[in-house]
């Protein structure tokens, strides 16, 4: 077995979290998988994995290999793939995730247009507010809202989204209007229960940011659910303006305090193990979003 085959044995077990499960993203047999490892440990010196019936680890010597040894076999099956697509032509299947908010209102009514113009690249998209882990998942690409998250993976920067607060019509018939961010402690607001700080509202107040903590009884975790929830009815909500603008401009949801609400842009990155970017199908696909969204914000 020669040495990349060894390093790819090696990344395969830390990505994919186990012998086993490396043994069978490779095709292999576990025995195998653990001698090879152990070949490897024994030929450089040192222990890279701390092994346990349940789990592994990377020793410290461990994750400085590993960290080579995943760039070095990105970089072979990068300079494979790129030459198999036949000559930069893109083809191939395109494995994506994306939250639901970008995916539903603004990717999917567009992907005809990609697929059009690509006919030979297949889409497989994954929509889910989760973090995805990308590389333990092979993906291709993220389309995430907010820092990148994860340093193994490139971050390409091209939009931003703005939050805005908002209510339907037969709430604030209900509850009344707030006018100031002080109303708010009157009023059930509805917030994401996997980001606390989202319940601290900012606020402009003397020249400075004050942010107003705000309550309810209902916390979801995805920004679909706020949407859902504030339409019926349920309460007030901070969301980003991909997910409500279409309901401002039907009228079934209501802008609040604008004039003093702060809407902080959230940057929008796509993010991708590096060099992948060479692959053709990923590249057509980075230039179609740069060329869609880029510098987006929506028009309420």
Same mark, same amino acid.
């Given at each position: 077995?020669?040495?990349?085959?060894?390093?790819?044995?090696?990344?395969?077990?830390?990505?994919?979290g186990g012998l086993?499960?490396?043994?069978?993203?490779?095709?292999?047999?576990?025995?195998?998988?653990?001698?090879?490892?152990?070949?490897?440990?024994?030929?450089?010196?040192?222990?890279?994995?701390?092994?346990?019936?349940?789990?592994?680890?990377?020793?410290?010597?461990?994750?400085?290999?590993?960290?080579?040894?995943?760039?070095?076999?990105?970089?072979?099956?990068?300079?494979?793939?790129?030459?198999?697509?036949?000559?930069?032509?893109?083809?191939?299947?395109?494995?994506?995730?994306?939250?639901?908010?970008?995916?539903?209102?603004?990717?999917?009514?567009?992907?005809?247009?990609?697929?059009?113009?690509?006919?030979?690249?297949?889409?497989?998209?994954?929509?889910?507010?989760?973090m995805v882990d990308?590389?333990?998942?092979?993906?291709?690409?993220?389309?995430?809202?907010?820092?990148?998250?994860?340093?193994?993976?490139?971050?390409?920067?091209?939009?931003?989204?703005?939050?805005?607060?908002?209510?339907?019509?037969?709430?604030?018939?209900?509850?009344?209007?707030?006018?100031?961010?002080?109303?708010?402690?009157?009023?059930?607001?509805?917030? @994401?229960?996997?980001?606390?700080?989202?319940?601290?509202?900012?606020?402009?107040?003397?020249?400075?940011?004050?942010?107003?903590?705000?309550?309810?009884?209902?916390?979801?975790?995805?920004?679909?659910?706020?949407?859902?929830?504030?339409?019926?009815?349920?309460? %007030?909500?901070r969301v980003a303006?991909? %997910?409500?603008?279409?309901?401002?401009?039907?009228?079934?949801?209501?802008?609040?305090?604008?004039?003093?609400?702060?809407?902080? @842009?959230? @940057?929008?990155?796509?993010?991708?193990?590096?060099?992948?970017?060479?692959?053709?199908?990923?590249?057509?696909?980075?230039?179609?979003?740069?060329?869609?969204?880029?510098?987006?914000?929506?028009?309420?």
């Amino acid at each position: 077995m020669d040495r990349a085959a060894e390093m790819e044995i090696l990344v395969a077990c830390v990505d994919h979290g186990g012998l086993t499960a490396a043994a069978e993203r490779l095709n292999l047999t576990p025995s195998a998988i653990s001698k090879a490892v152990t070949r490897l440990e024994e030929r450089l010196g040192v222990k890279l994995l701390e092994r346990t019936t349940r789990r592994i680890a990377l020793t410290t010597e461990g994750r400085a290999f590993y960290d080579s040894a995943r760039r070095i076999i990105g970089e072979i099956n990068d300079a494979e793939a790129g030459v198999m697509e036949n000559r930069g032509r893109p083809r191939g299947t395109l494995r994506i995730t994306s939250g639901v908010a970008f995916a539903t209102n603004l990717l999917a009514p567009v992907l005809g247009d990609f697929t059009e113009a690509y006919p030979e690249v297949t889409i497989e998209l994954g929509i889910t507010d989760r973090m995805v882990d990308i590389v333990a998942a092979n993906l291709d690409i993220g389309i995430r809202t907010g820092p990148v998250g994860d340093d193994r993976l490139v971050g390409r920067r091209f939009a931003d989204v703005h939050r805005v607060i908002v209510a339907s019509p037969a709430y604030l018939a209900r509850r009344g209007r707030p006018l100031h961010p002080d109303d708010l402690a009157r009023h059930t607001c509805i917030t @994401p229960s996997n980001a606390p700080g989202l319940s601290l509202w900012p606020f402009r107040h003397g020249g400075q940011i004050r942010r107003v903590e705000v309550r309810g009884t209902v916390t979801v975790d995805d920004a679909a659910s706020l949407h859902a929830l504030a339409l019926g009815g349920l309460g %007030i909500t901070r969301v980003a303006d991909t %997910i409500v603008a279409p309901s401002i401009r039907t009228g079934q949801l209501v802008p609040l305090l604008e004039a003093q609400h702060v809407a902080e @842009p959230v @940057p929008m990155h796509l993010v991708f193990p590096p060099g992948r970017q060479r692959l053709p199908k990923l590249r057509v696909f980075l230039d179609f979003i740069q060329e869609r969204f880029g510098t987006h914000r929506s028009t309420l």
